[in-house]
């Protein structure tokens, strides 16, 4: 049995991004919102903002276009561009409490250009909240005192009556909680917010501006936005046109990527006892989103075409092996690495079910995502395209996404139709190179289905 450990954590580390500019300290339109104090950001106009935000199945990526005019005196105005980070809370077993992610900014990428040249940034951290920083009192008519942790500055030049193009791009992981006792976990939520309110700060309104959100690989359907009206939906893209807007706290976005859940990890129904593992049946997870139910699993057995022999790492006790049967164990740092001479090109694996079953959709971890970073993810080969059989019929093409994955999957629906599942054979027919090797790795193949009813789920114990 496993002990009840009580988890709240960050699966990602930054919640907020923005416009660049700043709050001012106790004003009365935003009320006291940080130490971080912006320099002669009020002689500036924002003439244009135009922002696009792709959503990548784990991260989003941000760009945005500022057209900036300096109307009076030659000026250098100093902005911070914010990122609300959420440090983790973990309370273990001990009751012991400890929180990370306090001292590094979360934004990965992050390049500010001023007419085509890159800028020079510092990161600042916000010290109130903290010790000898009491959080002030003020509230503004939007919104209650908003502490935003980390400051990317910069500085900006401007001639008098300067007109200059600033643009800004980086990627932030979304914001979801997670708590969990035993095998069953509860998780809010991921979300990506965007902070309009901090261009509170420049000289008037911002004349015009444009935003565009795509979903570039997660389901168009599951995005919800805080304020749905302001926008228009074309296919996976929404579209937003505005003038003359003075932001407030209540205008800033927030973009729901993946919907709240809840998992319960249990043993599969009518599973048969795998390897040595006896009496025991695969495990399994019931996952309910809103009112619906799923159930994933690996009640499979996995062989391939080739498999690179395992190799001994320094520093590592035990050999490390890249077989087929680590796609079927839910571990991102194992993975199937093809053994063929070449990218992999025409290697197969094929998944064979225990127990014949309904299977909607194929949960894909593609590369070797094993470590902290994308470095491995990125030295070898990526699958980009699997021809996919399913009971050996006739295969169909799968498009894969090149994203490095540690908490999803994507997904590839199976045929409607096609009854109980007995076999899958998913061959690589496309790679996204490695840059240092040209084996291609597989790390996770989840097999998904919707349930009809809800399940009776028996309490963690």
């Not at 009076?72 to 400890?98: H, M, Q, S, Y």
């Not at 799923?294 to 075409?305: G, I, M, R, W």
């Amino acid at each position: 049995m496993k002990i009840a450990v009580f988890l709240v954590a960050a699966l990602v580390p930054c919640i907020a991004s923005a416009n660049g500019g700043g709050y001012l300290y106790g004003t009365a339109s935003n009320g006291s919102l940080g130490l971080f104090q912006p320099k002669n950001a009020g002689q500036i106009e924002m003439l244009t903002e135009d922002l696009r935000i792709d959503l990548h199945i784990e991260h989003g990526h941000v760009e945005v276009e500022y057209t900036l005019r300096n109307p009076g005196k030659a000026v250098t105005a100093e902005i911070g561009f914010p990122c609300k980070a959420a440090a983790a809370l973990i309370i273990d077993e001990n009751n012991a409490k400890r929180e990370e992610g306090e001292t590094t900014p979360p934004l990965r990428n992050f390049a500010p250009e001023l007419d085509g040249q890159k800028l020079e940034w510092r990161t600042f951290r916000d010290k109130v909240g903290q010790k000898d920083f009491p959080t002030p009192k003020l509230r503004g008519p939007d919104g209650p005192y908003r502490q935003v942790p980390f400051w990317y500055v910069f500085k900006l030049d401007f001639a008098s009556g300067q007109t200059r193009k600033l643009r800004v791009s980086y990627d932030t992981n979304y914001f979801g909680i997670t708590g969990s006792i035993s095998d069953d976990a509860e998780t809010t939520a991921e979300t990506l917010t965007y902070l309009f309110s901090t261009a509170a700060v420049w000289k008037g309104p911002i004349k015009t501006g444009k935003v565009v959100v795509n979903a570039a690989s997660v389901p168009a359907d599951q995005v919800k936005f805080n304020l749905p009206k302001r926008f228009t939906r074309t296919g996976d893209s929404w579209t937003w046109e505005f003038k003359n807007f003075k932001p407030g706290l209540g205008d800033d976005l927030n973009i729901a990527v993946h919907p709240a859940c809840a998992e319960f990890g249990r043993l599969l129904p009518g599973s048969k006892p795998a390897g040595d593992d006896a009496g025991e049946g695969s495990r399994a997870n019931f996952t309910r989103i809103g009112k619906a139910w799923e159930l994933s699993h690996h009640d499979y057995t996995a062989t391939a075409t080739s498999e690179l022999p395992p190799t001994k790492i320094a520093g590592e006790e035990e050999e490390t092996t890249y077989a087929a049967a680590n796609v079927a164990d839910g571990n991102p740092g194992t993975a199937w690495v093809e053994g063929a001479k070449g990218d992999g090109v025409g290697e197969s694996i094929t998944l064979a079910l225990r127990v014949p079953r309904k299977v909607a959709f194929l949960g894909i971890r593609t590369g070797y995502c094993k470590g902290e970073d994308d470095s491995l993810y990125y030295k070898n080969g990526r699958v980009a395209e699997f021809g996919v059989s399913v009971n050996g019929a006739a295969p169909f093409t799968a498009a894969i996404p090149d994203e490095r994955l540690t908490h999803h999957l994507y997904r590839i629906p199976l045929p409607a139709g096609i009854g109980e599942v007995k076999t899958i054979k998913l061959t690589i027919q496309k790679v996204y190179p490695g840059s240092k090797y040209e084996d291609t790795a597989v790390s996770d193949i989840e097999l998904i289905a919707p349930l009809e009813k809800a399940p009776k789920i028996q309490p963690a114990r």
